[in-house]
């Protein structure tokens, strides 16, 4: 297994930022915020199944009380 430095992290990083500030110039203004408003909801949902210990998270959450 390669390591990575932090100069190819931070390499890495840049690189995902810009080419996102790209996609999101091609983008128009009702997609931006269509695409807010569905992580917002996608957040909330996951948010509430977490808090009440529903789907995949209810394992960890009940060996974490054990």
């Keep these: 297994m ?3 430095t932090d ?3 931070s ?3 840049v690189s995902a930022k810009e ?3 790209a996609a999101q110039r091609l983008r ?3 997609h931006r915020v269509a ?3 569905r992580m917002n909801l996608a957040n909330k949902t996951t948010n509430r199944k977490l808090l009440s ?3 995949m998270f209810r394992d960890c959450l009940e060996k974490k009380s054990l």
Excluded: K, P, V
């Design 19 to 21: 080419s996102f500030r």
């Design 35 to 37: 695409a807010m408003a």
């Design 11 to 13: 390499a890495l990083i």
């Design 7 to 9: 100069a190819e992290r």
């Design 2 to 4: 390669t390591q990575t």
């Design 28 to 30: 128009t203004w009702e």
């Design 53 to 55: 210990g529903e789907g």
